[in-house]
């Protein structure tokens, strides 16, 4: 279990790393277009769609490490108030809930993913391919999903202990 743990959360922190290098390459690329907008007074074509999909990759790339560190907005004050088994096993019904959401959106993405590569579909100015940054996202989906399953298996275990 410590293992899948240690992967979980290594695997998490270096797509958590990539994502803040894409929001550095937003800050970059932004600077540069303010800053070839003034000097030369010729902006960087594509700007809103560069920052966009950096955007983009660094929600998705982000997630799961997010997840891991609980670092999203949790509603606790009902919870302290029930027993730790109840704890445990709400903690378990709202994981499973959540992996299903999250396994059929990346399930659906992938799919999207797909569309967009057969169509060869790209940003309107800039002119770049989309599927690789759906495929990111996915790839960012599949691993939140894997966050999840270990919370919940940290969850069954917990519950186990505690009957």
């Known amino acids: 279990m410590k293992k899948f743990s ?7 922190r270096f797509l958590d790393n990539i994502a803040a290098f894409c929001v550095a390459a937003t800050m ?6 303010v800053i070839l907008r003034a000097l030369f007074n010729r902006p960087l074509l594509g700007t809103v769609e560069y920052v966009n999909i950096l955007t983009a990759v660094t929600i998705g790339l982000a997630l799961a490490y997010c997840a891991f560190c609980d670092g999203q907005i949790a509603v606790d004050f009902f919870m302290e108030k029930l027993p730790a088994r109840a704890q445990a096993t709400s ?14 959106a990346a399930r659906y993405m992938l799919d999207y993913s797909y569309e967009m590569l057969t169509t060869g579909l790209v940003s309107s100015t800039a002119q ?8 990111l996202i996915t790839f960012g989906l599949g691993a939140l999903c ?9 969850s ?4 186990w202990e505690l009957a």
């Open 128 to 135: 770049i391919p989309m599927y690789p940054v759906s495929y």
């Open 28 to 33: 970059v690329v932004v600077v540069l277009n």
């Open 91 to 104: 903690d378990i019904i709202t994981g499973m809930l959540a992996l299903g959401f999250w396994g059929l």
């Open 146 to 154: 894997l966050v999840l399953l270990h919370r919940i298996s940290v």
């Open 6 to 12: 240690g992967l979980v959360e290594r695997f998490g």
């Open 156 to 159: 069954v275990r917990k519950a």
